[in-house]
């Protein structure tokens, strides 16, 4: 899951990126080639433009030569008339005639004419710069550099005399590609904006791809989570996220339905807690919680199956919210029972606590939907509950085909048991003595009795969860309970008939208890046939 959440987060980032760097590689590669076939043919073609100058301004000299037939008055006819001088190649190109040997014959127009030698036009230096490559390679057309990059050429006229003389033009090589730069801009600027355009487009795009791959990522966390609830369908124009999005949702339906089957809650702690489903356990301190329905079994043979299992299930439904909503983790469903523990997967502080409420809100509950069911003529369900804080062995048990999540050990047999007990004193919710010491400080607790549960041979005192405060006590309980523990120290001592007046007098106080009847009885029993060896304790396989 956290893989595809970094392909959604990243798609984006990596499609922008390989469609920038093909683009900028494309242009920067067919700029680089235009620029260099382009500047070299625009140097080609203008040397052309220059040899063709030079050849116009030779051509000129040998026409005048022929007229003149004297060299001297040549150079006076041809500075007199302008024939080189009106003779352009570039805007700031320049044409001259040298001799060979640096003799300045006719200098630029912006030159004075009273210069002997190339080598005085000092406010031009690249022109006798060019003539020193020239004179020095005899190339008749190259490119130097002075502040700038310049063309040059020279072409030779020889005389009958012997004597050569060279019509130079030098220009700067900015003359002829200013115009090609301009374009080279423009080009980049509209490159540019295609370039943005182009990331516009494909951002877009892989939205497109990004979104519905963000959706998958939060409904695969949903499911990571064993969060099924939602059940709206992602789509994409793009068939391979589309196959990704139905393959997703056609496993939710899957797994909400597998979902029926295994405590959600259940699954996500162990999700949370990292634990691997492999056989196996540890001991660990646990408060485990028993529940079930007095007289569930004539309530069923009463009620038609079809009646009944909607009836059940709205009863289950509302004591596993309660129980999930106070951190307890929902063991299994045992016939119209539930067994449930507080402490693993995942440790919680004050275990006992928490199950208790648990308890006494389920109570609360029960009663409110016993008026709704009344209501509905529909047969009540008035559940016991058991509660014991001890070590217990859990994790998953079964077999390599087939794991069960649960808890195991004396721990879970005592809080079976508690649960049992309530039949005896007609009481809801019986703890055991581990439960009493953890809470006492938290809930309206009374002792009941102390006995000897089946199949364990030592004796403990066992208590009535009664209510969370005081305030919700209908009688005077602590008057009731210093009678009752009055009466239990007699009763305990074998002084039966001290026992029975202090229980009677609890009646007085709480008419409607169930638990002192049951202790004037045994009264009564034992003053007609004395226990042999009588230790206080009640032993759970006895009769009331």
Not at 42 to 70: G, R, W
Not at 213 to 228: A, G, P, S, V
């Amino acid at each position: 899951m956290a893989n595809l959440k970094k392909i959604a987060v990243t798609l984006r980032f990596s499609i922008l990126t390989i469609f920038v760097s093909l683009f900028i590689f494309s242009m920067l590669t067919l700029i680089y080639m235009t620029h260099i076939r382009f500047a070299e043919s625009i140097i080609q073609l203008s040397f052309n433009l220059m040899k063709q100058a030079s050849t116009t301004a030779a051509h000129e000299i040998n026409d005048e030569l022929k007229i003149t037939k004297n060299k001297s008055q040549l150079t006076e006819r041809l500075v007199k008339l302008r024939i080189i001088q009106d003779i352009t190649v570039s805007p700031h190109g320049v044409l001259f005639v040298v001799a060979d040997n640096g003799k300045l014959i006719i200098p630029p127009p912006t030159a004075p004419m009273n210069l002997s030698t190339i080598r005085e036009l000092t406010s031009t230096p690249w022109l006798y710069q060019s003539f020193d490559i020239h004179h020095q390679t005899k190339q008749r057309k190259f490119i130097f550099t002075n502040t700038q990059k310049y063309l040059a050429t020279y072409q030779t006229l020889t005389f009958p005399d012997g004597e050569n003389w060279l019509v130079g033009i030098v220009a700067p090589l900015s003359d002829f590609t200013s115009e090609f730069e301009h374009t080279r801009l423009l080009a980049l600027l509209v490159n540019s904006i295609i370039l943005f355009l182009g990331v516009f487009i494909v951002s877009v795009l892989t939205s497109r791809v990004v979104r519905p791959l963000k959706r998958i990522t939060r409904e695969i966390r949903r499911i990571r989570n064993f969060d099924l609830a939602h059940d709206k369908r992602i789509s994409s124009h793009i068939k391979e996220v589309s196959y990704i999005a139905d393959a997703l949702y056609s496993m939710k339906k899957g797994l909400r339905t597998f979902q029926k089957y295994v405590p959600a809650t259940l699954v996500r702690q162990l999700i949370e807690t990292g634990e691997d489903a492999r056989i196996g356990g540890i001991k660990k301190p646990l408060a485990i919680l028993f529940s079930d329905i007095r007289n569930f079994t004539a309530i069923a043979e009463r009620m038609d199956p079809e009646e009944l299992t909607p009836h059940l299930c709205e009863y289950f439904d509302a004591l596993s919210c309660i129980i999930t909503l106070n951190q307890g983790t929902i063991d299994k469903y045992i016939g119209d029972g539930i067994m449930a523990f507080w402490g693993a997967p995942q440790s919680i502080e004050r275990p006992a606590f928490y199950a208790a409420k648990a308890a006494l809100d389920c109570l609360a509950e029960c009663k409110k939907l016993s008026k709704q069911w009344h209501a509905e003529k529909k047969p009540l369900f008035y559940t016991r509950f058991g509660i014991h804080l001890g070590e217990a062995i859990v994790g998953n048990f079964g077999s390599t085909e087939r794991l069960n999540y649960t808890a195991m050990g004396d721990a879970i047999n005592i809080a079976n048991r508690l649960e049992g007990i309530n039949k005896i004193y007609g009481t809801p919710i019986i703890v055991s003595h581990t439960i009493y010491e953890a809470i006492k400080e938290d809930f309206i607790l009374r002792m009941v009795d102390r006995v000897t549960l089946k199949g364990k041979n030592e004796a403990s005192y066992i208590y009535e969860l009664v209510a969370k405060n005081i305030s919700a006590v209908h009688y005077d309980f602590y008057k009731y309970n210093q009678l009752y523990t009055s009466g239990f120290a007699a009763y305990q001592t074998g002084q039966w008939d001290e026992a029975i007046r202090f229980f009677t007098e609890c009646l007085l106080v709480y008419p409607t208890d169930t638990v002192a009847p049951i202790l004037i009885k045994r009264c009564l029993l034992f003053k007609q046939n004395s226990p042999v060896e009588w230790t206080g304790e009640w032993r759970e396989c006895e009769h009331p």
